[in-house]
């Protein structure tokens, strides 16, 4: 653990001790069913948050619509122990101790700040009116999640020693939306409490179930999608057994390119998908020429050429994918026009094709086939750059490099060597 986590963990820590401490009188003598309430609610909505299946996309969960109607109606004291004893959930009895304090001490913070806030900008605890007090309630949820989301980012940051503004994006840019909708629904169990009292909160709580459920089957169906995906992908082994790992490595350095790039989520959800299944269309390609252990012949090459068109035939009968099934027909294009198999060029390639064809040329100049070696991730590099707007496009090649980095498979210092050197060893890419 490096000195600034520990700096910031500790200040975290001792920070939310303080709030608490000193707010624990005011919360004894507010102490009530009604608190006890606010914090099944909190429990609960941890305990049924619901995974997105997506990479470090978290959970979706209401516990921030409760904690914000419990600061609104009790207070910045009794609101930062609701949050905090709220959130003892079974998911911080898995972590490391200074983890959970950590986390339930920077919600603490978040909660009583927010309901700093919101007074000091002449909001009235206990008895929201609409529209004077819309500006209090507004900052008061922006200051919760500022807090929440800078404490997390920073601890992520410096543990894995990123940039700050990296991590955040990683972790937090898709719960903006989140955030967005769940503020309102703050506000309402602030009205529906103050209209009808702890019944209105149950059945709401009821509805908010329901609600959970149908969007926990929808997650379920999202992942069956990725489930019969790779299924598909996993076809091609019997066939060309290169081709069913070649797509789940390109799949994967697709969604990480993707992610260099700042592609949104949904985008760079349906560009993984499309990548695994990229090679599709070698299905209706004659296992004679794709396990031919020698170089191709130029009829047996133009044949090769055919499986992006029958790859984009096959997707546009998958409805959730038919919208990037032109990914899977311009994946072999080049930047300069003369790919295939159309022959269109620059701006005329989705850059969903370009990071595709990229992550494709690399993951096949970098593993051994029958017929030649495979060359060495920094050869591959100086090979993509030789291409670089040529075949490929610059600023994908350059998202790749970064990638790699990022991951640990070369340095900066390797990149800068690397062009001290030459080599004329080439790659067949199809």
């Known amino acids: 653990m490096s000195t600034k986590l520990k700096i910031l963990i500790s200040v975290v820590i001792l920070s939310g001790f303080t709030v608490l401490l000193y707010s624990i009188s005011e919360t004894i003598s507010m102490l009530s069913w009604s608190i006890v309430v606010f914090m099944a609610f909190i429990i609960l909505s941890e305990e049924l948050a619901v995974p997105l299946p997506k990479e470090g996309a978290g959970y979706v969960s209401v516990s921030f619509a409760v904690i914000l109607a419990s600061v609104l109606i009790f207070g910045p004291f009794t609101g930062a122990w609701i949050a905090c004893l709220g959130m003892i959930s079974r998911k911080q009895f898995k972590l490391p101790i200074h983890v959970s304090l950590y986390n339930l001490c920077q919600i603490s913070l978040a909660a009583f700040l927010a309901g700093k806030v919101f007074k000091l900008i002449g909001g009235n605890f206990g008895q929201i009116i609409l529209p004077e007090e819309l500006l209090p309630v507004i900052l008061a949820s922006m200051v919760y999640f500022l807090v929440n989301t800078i404490l997390v980012t920073l601890a992520i940051a410096f543990y894995k020693e990123s ?15 989140n955030y967005l909708t769940l503020a309102p629904l703050g506000v309402l169990i602030v009205f529906v409490y103050q209209e009808i009292g702890i019944a209105g909160l149950v059945l709401l709580f009821l509805s908010l179930l329901v609600a959970r459920h149908s969007f926990s089957l929808y997650i379920k169906m999202r992942q069956a999608y990725l489930s019969t995906i790779k299924t598909l992908s996993q076809t091609l082994d019997a066939k060309d057994s290169y081709t069913g790992g070649h797509c789940l490595r390109v799949a994967e350095l697709v969604k990480d390119m993707g992610k260099e790039m700042e592609l949104n989520a949904d985008k760079l959800e349906s560009l993984e998908y499309v990548a695994i299944l990229h090679d599709i269309g070698k299905i209706g ?20 050429k055919e499986h992006p068109v029958i790859g984009q035939k096959i997707i546009e009968d998958v409805e959730f994918l038919a919208d990037y099934s032109h990914v899977i027909r311009h994946h072999h294009e080049r930047f300069d026009g003369q790919g295939y198999p159309d022959g269109i060029q620059g701006d005329e390639i989705s850059q969903e094709a370009r990071i595709v064809a990229v992550a494709d040329a690399f993951d096949a100049m970098t593993t051994e086939r029958s017929y ?8 591959a590099i100086k090979e993509l750059d030789r291409n670089s707007g040529k075949q490929f496009d610059p600023a994908v090649v350059d998202a790749l490099k970064k990638v790699l980095i990022k991951r640990g498979e070369i340095t900066e210092m390797e990149l800068k060597k690397l062009y001290q050197t030459d080599t004329s060893q080439k790659a067949e890419v199809f």
């Open 285 to 304: 390609i004659s296992e004679s020429i794709l396990n031919k252990p020698s170089s191709l012949t130029s009829e047996e090459f133009e044949k090769i």
């Open 372 to 379: 030649r070696n495979s060359l060495s991730t920094m050869n």
């Open 163 to 177: 940039s700050i503004w990296e991590a955040w994006r990683v972790n937090f840019r898709w719960a903006i939306p």
